[in-house]
Nanobody, 126 residues
Framework: QVQLVESGGGLVQAGGSLRLSCAASGRTFSRNAMGWFRQAPGKEREFVAAKSWSGASTYYADSVKGRFTISRDNAKNTMYLQMNSLKPEETAVYYC???????????????????WGQGTQVTVSS
């Protein structure tokens, strides 16, 4: 089992930045590919970004390319999502997730991920 805890959410103005963190415990974190998803009220959960265990493979949703950066520090068992130039429509609960393998697999598919955190709220005001 892998336990995931997100932090860093909050209220930010449009155009601002936030950095989310995801702390992992349980099984060896460094062997799991990881990803970020978000879910706005009344909408389906959508893929944001993912990174393989080695860090060699990184994936982003088209909507966040160039503005968001996913990173991980395996020594600290922590994954990050740096979000810049935030938009009001990106208000959502952001979730981190872990794949049961070191490879990402199908990054945008929620069913690909075996473990999920509780989520952290991000609110972008206009």
């Amino acid at each position: 089992q892998v336990q995931l805890v997100e932090s860093g959410g909050g209220l930010v103005q449009a155009g601002g930045s936030l950095r989310l963190s995801c702390a992992a415990s349980g099984r060896t974190f460094s062997r799991n590919a990881m990803g970020w998803f978000r879910q706005a009220p009344g909408k389906e959960r959508e893929f944001v970004a993912a990174k393989s265990w080695s860090g060699a493979s990184t994936y982003y949703a088209d909507s966040v390319k160039g503005r968001f950066t996913i990173s991980r520090d395996n020594a600290k068992n922590t994954m990050y999502l740096q979000m810049n130039s935030l938009k009001p429509e990106e208000t959502a609960v952001y979730y981190c997730a872990a794949v049961s393998t070191s490879a990402v697999g199908v990054p945008h598919l929620a069913g690909n991920y075996a473990y999920w955190g509780q989520g952290t709220q991000v609110t972008v005001s206009s």
